[in-house]
């Protein structure tokens, strides 16, 4: 039998997900008579797509005299697949057909669905040809793009060129572009699908709620970049929000066929990380959504599948060389063959770490500290760490990776610490090896933070610290005789390089004098942790040094702090600039939440600064996924 309480909480997600498509109706609709205007693609390394249509018979986008352009093959096509075509719209297409003087202008006929709408000359000038596109019963509506003759590239790419297409405008006549029926019942779907698993993995019917128009807030914006409600994009959000629905009724299997549990909400906190997995592989999947240097990532594993196992990246200006580890390209040899988007590959497995380490900081904390909603509170926040977000979406995932799995094997060491045994030693030694051999930062950083993790633990820690100490030099050494010994000649040249003060009169390097580099380290410490995150970091940390006791928990944050912190003013005063801010999103995610909690528990003043930072910490994390997809 179903309880009340059952009904009224799927009574609530029902209505949470029925207020999202109503939300988004309305967003729409607010949009008014707005154009869906851009190229066709994105030349640049972000390498962005358009959401509201899928091209094809395009060459890659190209910049030349200050125009952003993509050539067209002799036929090529525009297709808007959920396009209502209950309004007329305008169609805009800005082209030109460049020609030598010897051959004749080329003709263009342009069609709607196979019907030949209209035919223009093109010459070497720019032209704006326009389409009046009538009402119709039809759902979606192909435009084709058929030019009379076309130049040979050449004989190593003997693709056609047609015609340069500088932009691509839809505009509806008198209304706002509807919002397709099936692309609200997916958005309502996926809503209540969210909300369904928050409740699946134990949360309240309050708490399941905040989940589902949390996720409705994220997939309502990105179903509004760039049209993406036209487009396929509806599509991925309802299959991430299935797999993030059968996660979590997995968890639930096993959570009720567990007999003993040492924490009864570790479900929720599961829910949490396999929720913010999802969340995010449906950012990735948005069409219009930064790729960067990803692609950089998928040669570089292509490289390792050809048995080119050792090489080398560079800095910024002035370029200094250093060995580029392949961890994270070793990880998806199993899975290459079963996804053929290995982008996709690279940053499902990424993510994959991400959310696992989330779940790793529930783990500990609730172990060490027996603190459930500081646990909880954790596991939560820890995906909505600007920085993580930002190093995931420029593409740099082998740090990403890297630094996620070093947490992860951080979290173990703290529980050798706690008691040593043999599976947990291993599983760490493991894990550090990994987190070496995925980023040289990684590496370095590492070097660094695990011998003071040992060093601050609490007195009479020689026990303690052995077990920690074992796992950092098999690791280490494992390390260092596998991969960063074949590189003496290039740390020589490098520090050679260094030596001679290599780059110092150029703008913006890394080798600039601390006082033009201190401006920027604050700007970019700011950008990566938000303001609200750093005062409640300030706060926890002030909580943990009023504490009675020291235990690992609060040795692995203190030398994780020490660590950041250090490498801060290192890469201030030399050019060893590392990404250490990002080996610092544990650290800031667990002393915020630790803050943010002790101030929930005092006075009424105290309890609103408390929601207060907790709210702009998630509208802030949220607003930087936001803003990693946008229209080219």
């Given at each position: 039998m179903w309880s009340s309480r059952r009904f009224r909480l799927l009574a609530a997600i029902a209505g949470a997900a029925l207020v999202a498509a109503a939300g988004l109706q309305i967003a729409v609709r607010l949009r008014g008579d707005a154009p869906l205007s851009g190229p066709v693609a994105d030349p640049t390394w972000r390498a962005r797509g358009r959401a509201c249509f899928e091209s094809s018979g395009f060459h890659p986008p190209q910049m030349s005299e200050g125009s952003l352009f993509s050539w067209s093959e002799?036929?090529?096509s525009l297709r808007f697949p959920a396009l209502v075509r209950s309004v007329p719209y305008r169609l805009e297409l800005r082209l030109r057909a460049p020609r030598s003087a010897r051959r004749p202008d080329a003709q263009v006929a342009l069609s709607i669905d196979g019907e030949v709408r209209g035919t223009e000359t093109l010459d070497n000038r720019w032209r704006t040809l326009r389409l009046e596109v009538p009402p119709d019963d039809r759902r979606g509506m192909t435009v084709g793009i058929q030019?009379?003759?076309s130049l040979a590239r050449g004989v190593k790419s003997p693709r056609s060129l047609g015609a340069q297409v500088e932009n691509v405008s839809?505009?509806?006549l008198g209304a706002a572009i509807p919002a397709p029926p099936r692309v609200l019942a997916a958005l309502a779907l996926a809503t209540a699908a969210y909300g369904l698993g928050a409740a699946l993995c134990g949360a309240g019917a309050l708490a399941a709620l905040l989940v589902a128009f949390f996720a409705a807030l994220l997939l309502a914006q990105l179903l509004l970049v760039d049209g993406a409600f036209v487009g396929r994009h509806a599509g991925s959000q309802l299959l991430c929000a299935a797999f993030a629905l059968a996660a979590c009724g997995l968890v639930r299997f096993v959570s009720g066929r567990l007999r003993s549990q040492a924490f009864p909400e570790w479900p929720a906190a599961a829910g949490l990380a396999v929720g913010a997995f999802c969340l995010k592989l449906t950012l990735a999947l948005h069409p219009a959504a930064l790729v960067g240097d990803a692609l950089f990532q998928v040669h570089r594993a292509e490289w390792v599948l050809e048995g080119k196992l050792f090489f080398t990246s560079v800095t910024p200006k002035p370029g200094f060389e250093f060995p580029y580890p392949i961890g994270l390209y070793v990880s998806a040899i199993p899975f290459w063959s079963l996804l053929p988007d290995h982008v996709l590959l690279l940053r499902a497995l990424t993510l994959g770490a991400e959310s696992l380490a989330a779940f790793g900081l529930y783990l500990v904390v609730r172990r060490v500290w027996g603190?459930?909603?500081?646990a909880l509170a954790a596991t939560a926040l820890f995906p909505l760490v600007p920085i993580g977000t930002q190093t995931f979406t420029i593409?740099?995932?082998?740090?990403?990776f890297g630094q996620a799995v070093f947490a992860l094997a951080l979290i173990s060491l703290v529980a050798c610490s706690q008691r040593s045994r043999r599976l947990v030693w291993i599983g760490a030694a493991g894990l550090l090896s990994l987190s070496f051999l995925s980023h040289f930062s990684t590496f370095l950083i590492g070097v660094v933070l695990v011998p003071v993790f040992a060093l601050v633990l609490p007195?009479?820690?020689?026990a303690r610290a052995r077990p920690v100490l074992a796992a950092f030099l098999l690791a280490l050494g494992l390390s260092y005789t596998f991969y960063y010994a074949r590189f003496h000649d290039v740390y020589r040249a490098t520090l050679e390089r260094v030596w001679s003060g290599e780059g110092r009169d150029l703008e913006r390097s890394i080798t600039s004098p601390p006082a033009e580099k201190l401006p920027a380290l604050a700007r970019f410490v700011r950008d990566s942790y938000g303001i609200p995150l750093l005062l409640g970091a300030a706060t926890g940390l002030v909580v943990l040094a009023r504490?009675?006791?020291?235990?690992?928990?609060?040795g692995a944050v203190l030398a994780g702090l020490i660590t950041v912190c250090g490498f801060g003013v290192l890469g201030l005063l030399t050019p060893a600039e590392l990404r250490a801010t990002l080996a610092g999103q544990p650290v800031i995610a667990v002393l915020a939440t630790l803050g943010l909690s002790a101030a929930a528990r005092g006075r009424l003043p105290s309890r609103l600064v408390s929601a207060a930072l907790a709210v702009a910490t998630a509208g802030h994390g949220l607003s930087v996924w936001i803003e990693?997809?946008?229209?080219?």
């Open positions: 002799e036929r090529a030019l009379s003759d839809l505009a509806p603190d459930v909603f500081t593409g740099n995932l082998s740090n990403n007195r009479g820690s020689w504490a009675p006791s020291k235990d690992p928990l609060t990693a997809v946008a229209p080219p």
